[in-house]
């Protein structure tokens, strides 16, 4: 059993040619974050361990165990969450382009102050904010291929779950868990393959894998590329 979850501003739907290339027999259930694509509007308490709880409540009713769980950015962060504090529905881990939380309160403070940025872009309505969050260096030249998905949004639910699951709002997890986990970066995406190896060095088995041709929007940019290798990652016990 594969779940997906996918990042900010995505939506299900972002997994679609990911799906298309894996083996129709694999079963496949795709969850809808906080503030996306018809998602939750009200943010369950705790912030974002009650997210983490939440879709964690969402697998356990559906009678999901042994999944293995994959989740891009945002998705791998809430992913990371599972991981440390449900480790029992799970078999192994894939992150894509994800991270740890801030290590200090200095850093959290700082990101703050930045992400007020988009919420006073989102408050003015979605183009103007998706224009400006499609330029940034992060999504180099195939920044626009999520647009549609981008412009389809709520832009109050970006903004809860910006608020409610913005890196400055992540606990920094500890992993104690004795699963694989396979952390996912793009060739081009320098800055999360660092965060990747800082990342490893924390978990007990993890495996660093990088995508050539590809930027940090891997499920989008290299989606073939990605489906083989979470086949390999499965079919081999990588």
């Not at 799970?90 to 940025?117: K, M």
């Not at 549609?148 to 997890?173: C, K, V, Y």
């Not at 929007?217 to 489906?227: D, G, H, R, T, V």
Request: aromatic fraction near 6%.
């Amino acid at each position: 059993m594969m779940v997906f979850i996918h990042g900010f501003t995505g939506a299900p739907a972002s997994w679609d040619g990911v799906c298309a290339e894996l083996a129709r027999a694999r079963r496949i259930h795709r969850v809808r974050v906080l503030g996306h694509d018809g998602g939750p509007l009200t943010p369950a308490p705790g912030g974002f361990a009650g997210e983490v709880d939440r879709i964690a409540a969402e697998l356990h009713s559906a009678g999901m165990r042994g999944v293995h769980l994959v989740g891009y950015s945002l998705g791998g962060r809430l992913a990371l969450g599972l991981l440390a504090s449900h480790p029992e529905l799970l078999t192994r881990v894939t992150l894509i382009g994800a991270r740890n939380g801030l290590a200090s309160e200095a850093e959290r403070h700082a990101r703050r102050a930045a992400d007020q940025r988009w919420l006073t872009l989102l408050a003015r309505g979605l183009p103007d904010f998706v224009e400006a969050w499609e330029t940034q260096p992060l999504f180099g030249r195939w920044r626009s291929r999520d647009r549609a998905i981008r412009l389809a949004h709520d832009p109050r639910g970006l903004a809860l779950a910006l608020s409610t699951l913005g890196l400055a709002e992540m606990p920094r997890f500890a992993i104690s868990a004795d699963l694989p986990v396979a952390l996912v970066t793009g060739a081009d995406d320098l800055k999360f393959a660092a965060l990747a190896r800082e990342l490893a060095a924390g978990l007990p088995r993890a495996t660093l894998h990088s995508i050539d041709r590809a930027g940090h929007n891997i499920p989008s940019e290299a989606p073939a590329a990605l489906a083989a290798l979470l086949t390999r990652l499965e079919d081999d016990h990588v």
